[in-house]
């Protein structure tokens, strides 16, 4: 594995049971999702400075200070990112979400200071989201923000908006589907899953399924976790649709356990979790 793709996912995990332990997050299916860059905190009053300015999309409204070009940036980066994972995951059916009262919002402060006065964030945080709220708050000029948070946020946000946020989701689809929308992190991951292959330390996947933040961040298992993670979305996707896997994704939502939405979608090859491992993990082979 080469790069920073270790660091990165051992740092994911770190932070995201830190954060846990003092409070902050926002709440999926009773886990807490923190990711190095961004920190997702829900407060009942973040916005007490009403001096902003407003850019209105289709799906997004940019609040800004100061900074027009750089919100202007933001919203032409969000709307484009929506229309690109919607299409990717193939939830453009749904696209009638956020519009009009429903749209999301994004909050770009002046400076460091001024984010982390109104969203109580660390020093580390280049952003945060609340779902539920469908709310990103970021900091203008900071182009980490529009490149990578942002992004990495809005399919996490349009994920949960689909499937639900008392779905009985694992994290590893989560945290899959928001890295396999992000082209840098894919690549990454997807070199590194087929290392684990070669070298044989894929973990099984009822083992992956079963590790929530706590369990990720205590385990020396990060960089595994989501590699296989990305891998696992990116094989679902591409070797079956997205078409299958939007109505695999419905199926969760709809409360059947991830074998049994499995079989429903993949009735002639994905019956299970196991099916779905040995298939998956054929393939890491076959395209060496």
């Known amino acids: 594995m080469s790069g920073k793709w270790p660091t990165i996912a051992k740092a994911m995990a770190r932070k995201q049971v830190a954060n846990h332990r003092q409070g902050y997050g926002a709440q999926a299916s009773g886990r807490v999702i923190v990711l190095a860059c961004l920190l997702f905190v829900h407060t009942s009053s973040v916005y007490a400075d009403e001096r902003w300015s407003e850019l209105k999309g289709k799906h997004f409204i940019i ?3 100061d900074n027009e070009r750089f919100a202007s940036k933001v919203l032409s980066r969000a709307e484009k990112e929506y229309r690109r994972i919607t299409n990717s995951l193939g939830f453009s059916r749904k696209s009638g979400f956020w519009l009009w009262e429903d749209r999301a919002r994004v909050y770009l402060y002046s400076n460091k200071q001024e984010f ?3 969203t109580d964030a660390p020093g580390w ?3 945060r989201a609340d ?8 900091i203008e000029g900071n182009n980490i923000f529009v490149d990578s948070v942002l992004p990495h946020e809005i399919a996490h946000l349009i994920f949960r908006e689909f499937i639900g946020f008392d779905s009985n989701v694992p994290l590893w689809l989560d945290e899959g589907v928001a890295q396999w929308e992000d082209p840098i992190a894919r690549d990454k991951a997807r070199r590194a899953a087929r290392v684990l292959f070669d070298q044989n330390k894929l973990m099984s996947l009822a083992q992956i399924t079963s590790m929530d933040v706590q369990t990720l961040a205590e385990s020396e298992k990060a960089v595994e976790f989501y590699a296989q ?3 696992l979305v990116g094989f679902m996707i591409e070797k ?3 078409q ?8 969760l939502r709809d409360g059947r356990s991830m074998d049994d939405a499995l079989r429903f979608t993949y009735p002639q090859g994905l019956r299970s979790i196991k099916e779905l491992e040995v298939r998956w993990s054929k393939s890491l082979g076959d395209n060496k």
Request: proline share 0%; charged share 15%; hydrophobic share 25%.
């Open 63 to 65: 609040y800004h200070k």
């Open 116 to 118: 982390q006065l109104a």
């Open 125 to 127: 945080a280049n952003g």
């Open 131 to 138: 779902y539920k709220s469908r709310t990103i708050h970021g």
């Open 229 to 231: 993670s990305v891998s």
């Open 240 to 242: 079956y649709g997205t």
């Open 244 to 251: 299958r896997f939007t109505t695999f994704c419905r199926q």
